[in-house]
């Protein structure tokens, strides 16, 4: 039992490198807070494009969608940061990440904001039209706010995946908390560095988790 914890779970090791995870999970935060936005807002165009009237539009989107929550995303960082390249494009880690998990988690959050729309009552539509209210406005001011609500708790939990789907940018050596945790693990000969960023993720993903599970709880009392 000593070896174990002295192995995984070494304290002096884990002082040691802890300003270096800190680095490293600045560095994860602010790469999720590019990837979220930008995922987020994408998603809603796609959504409103597979509603559309005209079947291209709604083609476009069906493909985008089944294509990229069909592809590997460190496949697709791979292809973006070592692809690009042979075209003349050369782009750092961070934006090559980035554009990978937004192209991927787009996708997902598409079809989460999808389901909300469609969950919102026709007769809301129809209400808010009586009211003299456009289409663009029925839309922004009457059926999204619902739509959101609605699917609210599997937004939250596409989020908090995104967040650990930030770690594939270590494959393309952005120091993010997985990278900096792997580089200690080879300098330092222990596996503690990993346990240490793995309790990290969890400290900063847990009270989401929680919050997440009595939001879901509330919702199904109130109905």
């Not at 790469?31 to 083609?59: E, H, K, N």
């Not at 808010?128 to 009457?142: C, D, I, Q, R």
Request: glycine share 6%; hydrophobic share 55%.
């Amino acid at each position: 039992m000593d070896g174990f914890v002295a192995t995984f779970f070494n304290i002096d090791i884990a002082l040691e490198i802890l300003p270096a995870l800190g680095r490293g999970l600045l560095n994860t935060i602010y790469l999720a807070l590019i990837v979220f936005p930008c995922s987020f807002v994408a998603g809603l165009g796609l959504s409103i494009m597979g509603m559309s009237r005209s079947w291209i539009v709604r083609a476009m989107s069906v493909t985008y969608i089944d294509f990229f929550r069909s592809f590997p995303p460190v496949v697709l960082l791979i292809v973006i940061f070592y692809g690009l390249p042979f075209f003349g494009w050369r782009i750092d880690p961070l934006l090559a990440a980035s554009l990978a998990l937004i192209l991927n988690a787009a996708s997902y959050y598409a079809e989460v904001q999808r389901t909300g729309i469609e969950s919102v009552d026709r007769g809301q539509w129809e209400a808010a039209h009586s009211t003299g209210l456009n289409p663009s406005e029925t839309y922004l001011w009457v059926v999204l706010p619902q739509a959101l609500r609605n699917v609210v708790s599997p937004l939250i939990g596409n989020t908090i995946e995104l967040v650990k789907l930030t770690a594939i940018a270590s494959v393309v050596s952005y120091s993010e908390l997985l990278k900096v945790a792997k580089e200690m693990q080879s300098l330092m000969f222990s596996p503690t560095p990993l346990v240490a960023a793995a309790l990290i993720y969890f400290l900063m993903l847990w009270p989401f988790v929680r919050w997440l599970s009595r939001f879901e709880r509330g919702f199904m009392e109130r109905d």
